[in-house]
């Protein structure tokens, strides 16, 4: 089973949808929680951390339910901007610090 | 300010050459992580270095993968007699000290023919 787990999609939305995507972990240690943005051919970015109490950035709010090991990000309104893979990113060892990456789940906002 | 930079940004090499990637972090970021993404692969861990103490090689796949850091600062990966199964994009990301966000360079796409 692999640690951190995403539906690959693709999530097809015309603009101005609301989308969800989910994200489970099995390491039950995992210490620290994020979803990242990959670009098609592009490096990834930050796009948010994720907490407990849930966050919120302008459109964007993402959840973690530690009993459930399972993270959530919440997309309002799409932009055709937004199309891009976005990856569930978990954080195992507070020592090392090295990011467990999930597969990604690709979107796409259409006109 | 400057980001991680990475060289070369594409390498193309026959099966059984040795390669060298190169890695500059972003200049006081103390923490250095290689990552690996294969195609239809999600990114991978390789390796982490911390200031001067001994690199984490845990996520090295083979002992023909080696990494240094020189100066604590840049950082050069290796792959010796290079297979067709390393082809994939290399990362490479920089952090501060304790911090947990990391910046990631372009990365390299590595080609092995």
């Known amino acids: 089973r692999k640690e951190v787990e995403q539906d690959p999609g693709p999530f097809n939305v015309p603009e101005g949808a609301t989308v969800a995507f989910n994200c489970t972990y099995s390491n039950s240690a995992s210490q620290s929680f994020f979803w990242y943005r990959q670009d098609c051919r592009k490096e990834p970015k930050l796009l948010m951390s994720?907490?407990?109490s849930g966050n919120e950035d302008g459109r964007f709010t993402a959840q973690l339910n530690r009993a459930s090991q399972y993270i959530s990000l919440l997309i309002r309104d799409s932009k055709l901007s937004d199309s891009a893979t976005y990856l569930c990113v978990v954080i195992l060892d507070t020592g090392r610090r090295a990011l467990t990456f999930g597969s990604g789940t690709r979107l796409q906002v259409q006109p | 300010g400057a980001g991680v930079s990475q060289s070369p940004s594409n390498k193309v090499t026959e099966k059984g050459k040795d390669v060298e990637l190169r890695c500059d972090p972003i200049s006081g970021h103390t923490a250095l992580y290689w990552y690996r993404q294969s195609l239809g692969q999600g990114l991978e861990f390789l390796i982490y270095f911390q200031g001067n103490s001994a690199p984490d090689k845990s996520g090295l796949p083979s002992d023909r993968f080696s990494a240094e850091r020189t100066g604590g600062s840049v950082s050069t990966l290796t792959i010796q007699r290079t297979q067709q199964e390393d082809s994939a994009v290399y990362l490479c990301?920089?952090?501060?000290?304790?911090?947990?966000?990391?910046?990631f360079g372009p990365g390299t796409r590595l080609l092995v023919l």
């Open positions: 994720v907490y407990s």
């Open positions: 990301a920089s952090s501060l000290a304790g911090e947990e966000t990391q910046y």
